[in-house]
């Protein structure tokens, strides 16, 4: 599958926007509702609900639980819904036509769901609770990265004097394994480029605009970890690693185009593009050449995802690109054609918005992409050169003025599509919608 980036993670932008145009993730509430009667790992006809109110759970590995039913209606002492899982979707994934992950984190418990049908059926394939708390929900190659159905793993930051862990599973999350990683600092990237080789950025908190950046990688699908990248040095040339990334400037995300070529964008305080790259899998860095942009006041630049690349060959590739102007933003588009080596800017024509409101794009190839824009979607099949607001559907609408803070949307070739919707008034419980198209968006039901 060609992967969808959903940039949401800009310091421009509010979690509202998921992408690849990002639209980078939260606390939201959701519905797919378990079939407790049935089959207690089973999920069918998805409802919505609010968040769990109940008290501190946690996540460890072992065999995969299924959630409580912790509905509202619960808490009140009423029969809990039948088909209800009571969890805040905080992000999703559409991994294939009919496959997808959705997950979110109750009372410190992470809870992932899978389905193969295409929604109408979902499965609970969370690690079991076993003492340790997930302090944040993950996010999708950020802490928790899905290669394929079976291969699956994620990031548990740690608190105090513990240390963070990956877990993982093989088989679709019957089963879990943990590893303890030697790292206390934050994960701000995860990648892998086959079940057995993968990498994981780690940075620590900022100060100064800088941060230390690590990298980690394995080689045995996760069951021990390596530091092969490492930066102590405030700017290039007082780094004692010269070759590393440096700590001035936010890593947002990182992707391998093959088991050799890796790349870091970094979020400048200048406002400007920066790109680091590396050819021999993630020991040695380097500064990539960016277009240059033309520099006006009030006008900054960055990028929001790291790279996407598509095709067999995977040499055709792109990275949303976030321009403020003042107090208004919108988006454009870095691409690529030989696999990262030079990159060209091109401008997207998205509509603005203001600063700090999000919207939605992505791309499922080098030329048709989506995008949504206060409640409006567009399609484009040339890159972006032009867009074709597509026809309001009722559904949608709906979503849209109950749920009006968009946190991600994902499309297949096919036309599949998912987005997920939260609410975003604070005065009330926490919920969120996943919607579901099979027309490329034209038209919208409920997951």
């Known amino acids: 599958m060609n992967q969808q980036k959903n940039l ?6 509010k979690p509202k926007y998921a992408v690849p145009f990002v639209l980078l993730s939260l606390l939201f509430a959701s519905g797919c509702g378990m079939d407790a009667a049935a089959n207690p790992s089973s999920v069918k006809n998805p409802a919505h609900g609010n968040a769990d109110p109940a008290s501190s759970t946690s996540t460890g590995a072992g065999a995969a639980t ?71 929900s993950p996010k999708e190659k950020n802490t928790i990265y899905f290669f394929d159905r079976d291969h699956i793993w994620v990031y548990r930051s740690a608190q105090y004097e513990e240390k963070p862990a990956i877990l993982r599973t093989s088989d679709g999350g019957k089963t879990w394994s943990s590893t303890e990683l030697p790292v206390t600092a934050r994960a701000t990237g995860m990648y892998f480029t086959d079940p057995s080789h993968g990498w994981l950025l780690t940075s620590s908190d900022a100060a100064m605009s800088k941060s230390e950046k690590s990298l980690y990688q394995t080689k045995d699908g996760g069951a021990s970890w390596k530091r092969i990248m490492g930066n102590t040095g405030y700017l290039p040339t007082e780094n004692p690693t010269p070759e590393a990334i440096p700590q001035l400037g936010y890593a947002r995300g990182i992707s391998f185009k093959d088991a050799s070529n890796g790349f870091v964008p970094i979020e400048s305080i200048e406002g400007k593009l920066k790109l680091y790259g590396t050819t021999d899998g993630g020991v040695t ?71 700090g409101e999000a919207a939605l794009l992505t791309f499922v190839n080098d030329k048709e992409g989506w995008s949504l824009v206060e409640g409006q979607m567009s399609h484009t099949a040339d890159r972006g050169a032009t867009w074709q607001a ?35 008034d604070a005065s009330t419980a926490s919920q969120s919608r996943l919607l579901q198209s099979l027309d490329g968006g034209k038209s919208w039901k409920m997951l």
Request: hydrophobic content about 40%; proline content about 6%; overall charge negative.
């Open 8 to 13: 949401l993670n800009s310091r421009l932008i």
């Open 66 to 136: 299924p959630p409580a039913n912790t509905s509202a209606n619960a808490s009140q002492g009423a029969e809990p819904s039948e088909f209800q899982i009571q969890t805040m979707l905080t992000d999703v994934h559409l991994l294939g036509d009919k496959l997808g992950f959705a997950w979110g984190v109750t009372a410190k418990e992470l809870r992932l769901y899978r389905t193969d049908d295409g929604g109408s059926k979902w499965t609970a394939v969370s690690p079991k609770a076993e003492g340790k708390p997930f302090l944040a």
């Open 285 to 355: 860095w380097g500064d990539i050449v960016l277009p240059s942009l033309e520099e006006k006041e009030g006008t900054s630049y960055s990028i929001t995802a790291a790279p996407e690349f598509w095709g067999a060959e995977r040499m055709v590739g792109w990275m949303p690109v976030a321009v403020r102007e003042n107090e208004a933003q919108h988006y454009d588009a870095l691409h690529t054609s030989d696999g990262g080596k030079t990159w060209s800017y091109q401008p997207l024509q998205t509509q603005s918005t203001q600063a």
């Open 390 to 424: 597509l026809a309001s559907d009722p559904v949608l609408a709906e979503a849209i003025k109950a749920f009006d803070y968009p946190v991600k949307m994902e499309f297949r070739e096919n036309g599949t599509g998912w987005l997920l919707l939260k609410n975003g």
